[in-house]
């Protein structure tokens, strides 16, 4: 494959991408959504954050976790942090401070 065909693959990709989502925004413009539905997509991105750092934890095999200490102890802040404030930012601090701390005295 030369960079070329590539370059379109990307493109290509981004566009579709670009126009799927569009052509939800345009479709609802003007409609409300109903409750049920807007009370689901609240849980849309936790859900994908879990999921990712399921699968990120889950190591090869799935059988045996792949993180190390540091990187359990920063979920462990993390989640705390977002059980406690209810707040990203505030989770995503202190899941970094921890890592950061930790594998300063971990090495």
Known sequence: ?????????VVAAALVTYATRAVGIFVLAERRVP????RALRHVGPA???ALVANIAAG??????AIDV???VALTAAAAVAWW??????SL???????WIAMAVLG
């Open 1 to 9: 494959m030369s960079s070329l065909e590539a370059w379109l693959i």
């Open 48 to 50: 994908v954050l879990a």
């Open 70 to 72: 540091p990187e359990a």
């Open 85 to 90: 404030r209810r707040n990203v930012l505030w």
């Open 35 to 38: 409750l049920v539905i807007e």
């Open 60 to 65: 090869d095999g799935g059988l045996s976790p």
């Open 93 to 99: 601090g202190a899941g970094l401070s921890a890592f």
